[in-house]
């Protein structure tokens, strides 16, 4: 007896980001897609019931961090640099997951990027593993699209 199509949930490792003006995106982790809000309490003075009203407070996104081992390529150092002199050099952002087949299914877009901090590697002689990059950017807006 057939139950219909089966849809497995995507799988987060297959992932790409993506910055305006940055070529490479290819990153081994991401965290901090968040959007909160604050409620507001508010109440008054002819209200029957002896409860406060929730009302709806002001949008809050949490900072993204990405992570990647170094290469040669500067971009992201150079945006930094950008920051650094004083320069609102903002960017549109995206983390895009993709299927099995590569196809994007799911972006979360970042509104008005920027480059709060870049974190070297921790280097230890007797260790083997990639040296990690880690960058957090600040961002005014999440916004997420499903390709279906």
Not at 98 to 109: F, K, L, P, S, Y
């Amino acid at each position: 007896m057939a139950t219909g199509q089966r849809t497995d949930p995507y799988r987060s490792f297959n992932f790409r980001a993506e910055f305006d003006g940055i070529t490479v995106g290819n990153f081994s982790e991401v965290s901090g897609l968040t959007s909160e809000g604050d409620a507001v309490e508010y109440r008054e003075g002819t209200d029957l019931p002896l409860t406060v009203r929730k009302l709806i407070g002001l949008r809050k996104y949490t900072n993204v961090t990405l992570k990647r081992g170094y290469t040669e390529n500067t971009e992201l150092w150079d945006w930094y640099q950008n920051i650094i002199n004083g320069e609102a050099d903002r960017r549109s952002g995206a983390i895009i997951l993709m299927d099995e087949q590569r196809n994007d299914v799911m972006r979360w877009n970042l509104e008005n990027c920027w480059i709060n901090k870049i974190e070297g590697p921790g280097l230890n002689a007797t260790a083997s593993e990639v040296a990690i990059e880690t960058v957090e950017f600040c961002h005014e807006g999440l916004v997420v699209e499903v390709n279906a």
